[in-house]
């Protein structure tokens, strides 16, 4: 497996728009290796990391994706755009996902504290509804898995930051209606709990795995949790938007 050549690949189709054929690696790699290959390209990126997502948080994605767990990705810098923005739809942007975005106000765990619920949110400065734009730099459809997503910095590609939840802690995310239109139409409906069944379970999932190799959620990173309807297909000359109940409206148009 040339992990070196692979992850250039993936950066300059990343940077152009056009995907590649890259063949599926003999042997097979392990989500290991696909976790290798996702770093060596997120470096070559060369744009720093503001957090991560987290995919395939229910068991519908998962049995989609032929694994049995969620995966995760790196978020760049370069890729958050600010509510409302244009991003060019091109081959390698495919789909857009409604989520909730916890900001940490200090790293995660600290101190050998307990990854649990109540402690994440203790360590969360803010909560925003988000779109996180997804897609995939490799057009070889044996990479449409979860090993394949997940080395593709897990489907990542932007951002899109919307209004803060206030008072989050006294929300109720896990139930909360999701409405993902295009254009102004409603096409799918969802809640939170599409996200790991309650969204805060992602970050201590993703606090979790981190920790794992020894590494932490770090202050001021973000983590989306994954999308709350099902995946909604980008086109060209439209407007996506997410309505998260009373808590706002995200959006972003593809040119």
């Known amino acids: ?3 070196e050549n692979m992850a250039a ?3 300059a189709s990343r940077k152009s728009g056009v995907q590649n054929s890259l063949a599926w690696p003999d042997p ?5 290796d696909a976790m ?3 770093a060596a390209a997120f470096e070559k990126f060369g744009s720093p990391s503001v957090g991560w997502k987290v995919g395939a948080t229910n068991k519908a994605a998962q049995e989609s994706f032929g694994i049995d767990a969620p995966f995760y990705g790196p978020m760049a810098q370069a890729g958050v755009l600010v ?5 060019k739809k091109t081959p390698c942007v495919t789909a857009c996902e409604p989520e909730y975005a916890f900001k940490m106000a200090r790293d995660f765990p600290e101190n050998g504290e307990e990854m649990n619920t109540d402690n994440a949110a203790i360590a969360v400065d803010t909560v925003h509804i988000a779109i996180e734009v997804i897609g995939r730099t490799i057009g070889n459809k044996d990479f449409a ?3 394949g997503v997940a080395l593709d910095f897990g489907g990542n590609v932007a951002f899109v930051v919307g209004p803060e939840v206030p008072d989050w802690q006294n929300q109720d995310l896990r139930n909360a209606v999701v409405e993902s239109s295009v254009d102004g139409s409603i096409v799918a409906t969802g809640s939170g709990v ?3 069944d309650n969204p805060i379970n992602s970050v201590v999932w993703m606090a979790q795995t981190l920790a794992k190799h020894g590494r932490q959620l770090k202050a001021g990173e973000w983590v989306s949790t994954g999308t709350c309807t099902t995946p909604i297909p980008a086109q060209g000359n439209t407007t996506y938007c997410a309505k998260f109940s009373e808590f706002g409206e995200v959006s972003i148009k593809f040119t």
């Not at 097979?28 to 290991?32: F, I, Y």
């Not at 509510?83 to 991003?87: F, I, K, Q, T, V």
């Open 1 to 3: 497996m040339d992990v």
């Open 194 to 196: 599409s996200a790991s």
């Open 36 to 38: 290798v290959i996702q």
């Open 9 to 11: 690949d993936m950066v």
């Open 28 to 32: 097979a790699p392990s989500m290991e």
């Open 83 to 87: 509510n409302g923005a244009e991003l």
């Open 145 to 147: 898995n979860g090993l």
